[in-house]
């Protein structure tokens, strides 16, 4: 596995641990429950370890701005690390389908 699938996965498991908790607060969301999110996180974990490389599309809408995980991080106080972390994860997405090293 190449280091930067290795910094997808650490990014996802930074907000896996955002929103593990079970008073995470999803009104604002399209998901059900906490298990509904931790379960999509971790099928992007298992395709990236499986070096999909398709995943990376399904991880770029699922840190949309507006989406669904902006909107807990909002409801749940960690906006700004959100913010942060879908940065880096933007990085290396589109180091993935240019070729180019993401800094």
């Known amino acids: 596995m ?4 290795n910094k997808v996965i650490y990014l996802l498991e930074e907000l896996r641990a955002r929103v593990e908790s079970p008073l995470t607060d999803l009104f604002w969301s399209s998901y059900h429950s906490v298990s ?10 298992i395709r990236l ?3 999909d490389i398709d995943v990376m599309k399904d991880i770029r809408f699922f840190i949309a701005p507006t989406g669904s995980m902006q909107e807990i991080s909002i409801s749940n106080g960690w906006a700004d690390e959100f913010i942060v ?15 180019e090293t993401a800094t």
């Open 2 to 5: 190449t280091d930067k699938y």
């Open 36 to 45: 509904e999110i931790l379960e999509e996180i971790d099928s992007y974990i």
């Open 49 to 51: 370890s499986a070096m």
């Open 85 to 99: 972390i879908a940065e880096k994860l933007d990085q290396l997405i589109l180091f993935n389908n240019q070729g």
